[in-house]
């Protein structure tokens, strides 16, 4: 318990010290911004503060801090770690950087501000990989609810009927203005979101039911089958400690800020909210365990809607589990909409398509339901691992193209570059060991794991020192450079 409650601590402690670092190293100004600007009662529409933090926070709150929590609670109460310093040092800055720089460049999607930081090259790159990352996003925020959907309600209405349900809502909430829709549902949605939260963390607190395990006394690697904590942790735990997926929704609130000081409540602060709510469900994970270990560690891995299930019952009862439940379908709707929208605002900047004409947007949005129709056919299971490493892999991108933009400014790029380098190393290592990966070449040899590891780990570190030093070397001409 002890454990729990100074990291969640820590986490407030963070937004309000090293948050407020952040933003001096931007430096936010009095400038107009692109939602009063390029107003269009469509995309763009200055929207109160405390709407704009809220649609943030569910933007980016979905599936990931809850089944990916979950995930990492394998490993043990270590996980504890990576949401803490991952939110703070690397998650919050990343959302912060790509939400400022969208609103520097007229609320441009983050394909459109990488190419413009790392390259032609790296644009054409993004634009394809935020576009397919969006629809597998959209994917597994329609499969999850859906299921879970289908476990509150009469037999009839099975999984298939609810994820029609949802893509109907997707359809439309994709499609109307962002206030129309998205504006006036999520203040509700925020509630379930709280209800949640505070239902789940109060019970395993103060219940007595349940003991939290400490990290002192459960310092080591956990997880059942024996899965390395480098870096498969840190790439099952996405969305609570750092997500590429946030760098595709900054920008859309962006379009909606009144002003670039209220960067840090919404872009910095949102992180730090989910942050929480990662560290809630990871805490349940470790404290709940030992109750449903089969289940656990049969589920959580691909983030199945009986753990969800499971750990809310257990903990709440069947009304609270209700409640819980409600919340944790609200978190990926609230995701997958947002996520299909960004992907038609991504298309729309790469071919220049006015989105203030209805015929035009519904020639965007038409397509793309379309194809995550017929994705969201697929085995979810192998749709959430390559979800999970182009998710990081997009952040390593953004976090990067954030380093650039500071050191053009003659700013402290080190705040991104690190977490950069970092998560470079993750993504490289992940991509050479795992089994949806580079896994499927060595298997097949007979290459066992504990050969092709060790491998992996270096590679992994190899590439994050070559990336490092190819940005030092970029970057050497700013430094006699005027500020631009």
């Known amino acids: 318990m002890i454990t729990f409650v100074l990291c969640a601590v820590l986490l407030i402690v963070g937004y309000l010290t090293y948050g407020k670092y952040v933003t001096k190293v931007f430096g936010p100004d009095d400038r107009q911004t692109p939602a009063y600007a390029l107003e269009d009662g469509v995309d763009y529409v200055p929207m109160p503060t405390w709407k704009v933090f809220l649609i943030q926070l569910l933007n980016i709150a979905g599936t990931g801090p809850i089944f990916g929590a979950l995930g ?28 400022m720089l969208s609103m520097r460049h007229k609320g441009a999607s983050i394909s459109e501000l990488t190419g413009h930081y790392l390259g032609k090259g790296m644009l054409q790159v993004m634009r394809v990989f935020s576009i397919i990352l969006l629809v597998m996003c959209g994917v597994v925020f329609t499969t999850g609810p859906a299921g879970l959907l289908a476990m509150l309600t009469p037999e009839k209405l099975n999984t298939t009927f609810w994820l029609w349900v949802v893509m109907a809502y997707y359809m439309i909430a994709t499609f109307v203005p962002i206030d129309a829709v998205i504006g006036k549902l999520y203040p509700v949605f925020g509630v379930c979101l709280i209800v949640m939260a505070i239902g ?17 006394d459960n310092f080591g690697n956990m997880h059942p089958d024996g899965t390395p904590i480098w870096s498969f942790m840190f790439i099952s735990i996405a969305c609570g400690a750092i997500s590429g997926f946030h760098a595709t929704q900054s920008p859309m609130m962006a379009r909606c800020c009144k002003s670039e000081k209220l960067g840090q409540k919404v872009f910095y602060g949102a992180m730090i909210a989910e942050g929480i709510i990662a560290l809630v469900w990871c805490a349940a994970g470790c404290s709940v365990y030992p109750v449903i270990k089969e289940s656990l560690a049969e589920g959580t891995a691909i983030g199945t809607s009986t753990v969800v299930y499971a750990i809310c019952q257990s903990t709440m009862g069947k009304v609270g589990s209700i409640l819980a439940l409600l919340g944790v379908i609200v978190c990926p709707i609230s995701s997958g909409d947002t996520a299909y929208r960004s992907a038609r605002l991504t298309i729309a900047d790469w071919f220049k398509i006015d989105q203030g004409n209805w015929k035009k947007r519904l020639l965007l949005t038409v397509p793309l339901l379309g194809v995550g129709a017929v994705i969201c056919h697929l085995d979810y299971n192998v749709v959430w691992r390559y979800f999970s490493w182009s998710n990081q892999t997009l952040a390593m991108i953004a976090l990067w193209a954030a380093s650039m933009y500071l050191a053009q400014q003659h700013k402290n790029y080190w ?6 380098a970092f998560m470079s190393a993750v993504s490289a290592t992940y991509f050479m060991a ?51």
């Not at 789940?200 to 002192?216: A, I, Q």
């Not at 705040?415 to 950069?420: D, E, F």
């Not at 992996?456 to 030093?469: D, R, S, T």
Request: hydrophobic residues 55%; aromatic residues 14%.
């Open 415 to 420: 705040i991104t570059a690190i977490p950069a």
């Open 72 to 99: 990492g609670a394998l490993f043990g109460p270590v996980a504890y770690l990576w949401i803490l310093f991952g939110c703070i040092f690397a998650g919050a800055v990343h959302d912060y950087m790509c939400g």
């Open 200 to 216: 789940v963390s109060g019970s395993m607190l103060f219940s007595g039911d349940y003991v939290m395990p400490e990290l002192w």
């Open 434 to 484: 795992a089994g949806e990966c580079m896994g499927l070449v060595w298997t097949p040899m007979g290459i066992p794991m504990s050969t092709y590891y060790p491998i992996a780990v270096v590679v992994g570190v190899m590439f994050a020192a070559a990336m490092m030093a190819l940005f030092l070397g970029k970057i050497k001409k700013y430094k006699t450079l005027p500020v631009k």
